[in-house]
């Protein structure tokens, strides 16, 4: 026997506002893992995981809702940020780091974009990998822009992040397969 699950407009609502809430502070906490990197002032960290993560499991809408949430705490100063940058707030969003967080809003709608509700493995995997190249597209430009130099912003924000990269998709996949359909069925 089947059964139907029916859940209020407003109680929706509910679950949806603590998603995006929840989505911004997993990221605030994923920026705390922080590994700061010699010849570059791009730190390695767990935010771009947490970013593909949330918008993965979210859905692009809320997925992008809750980046936007997390770049407007962090531009208003709450501590969200990795500590070891050492801009704050808007300044920031200005700093060298700041293309690939201008990039998260975009980064989650496409992961949650392309990762559908009972995705296979495949699907997951290209939307995983969309959202870290709009990441590094994202940091790419910023840095380009700073250096006025796009081999030199590569070698500081590209390359050394490749082989973590690799990890991430290697990690996100699987969870992202398992774990989708059941978070996405209750917002």
């Not at 390695?44 to 692009?60: E, S």
């Not at 967080?101 to 559908?116: D, E, F, Q, S």
Request: some cysteine; proline content about 7%.
């Amino acid at each position: 026997m089947e059964r139907t699950l029916v859940i209020g407009r407003s109680t929706l609502s509910i679950r949806r506002a603590a998603a995006v809430v929840s989505g911004a502070l997993i990221v605030a906490g994923a920026a705390q893992v922080s590994i700061p990197l010699p010849g570059t002032p791009v730190p390695m960290t767990l935010q771009p995981m947490a970013v593909l993560l949330v918008g993965g499991l979210l859905g692009a809408r809320l997925g992008a809702l809750s980046m936007i949430l997390y770049l407007a705490m962090g531009a208003a100063g709450l501590p969200v940020f990795t500590p070891t940058v050492p801009l704050l707030g808007v300044a920031r969003l200005l700093g060298p780091t700041g293309g690939y967080l201008l990039a998260y809003p975009i980064a989650a709608y496409a992961v949650g974009a392309v990762v559908a509700n009972g995705s296979g493995v495949w699907r997951v995997a290209c939307g995983v990998l969309a959202g870290l190249v709009l990441i590094h597209l994202g940091g790419l430009a910023q840095l380009a822009i700073l250096t006025r130099n796009v081999s030199a912003a590569a070698q500081l924000g590209t390359w050394p992040f490749l082989l973590g990269d690799l990890l991430k998709l290697v990690i996100l996949v699987p969870v992202l397969t398992r774990l989708t359909p059941t978070i996405r069925a209750r917002l």
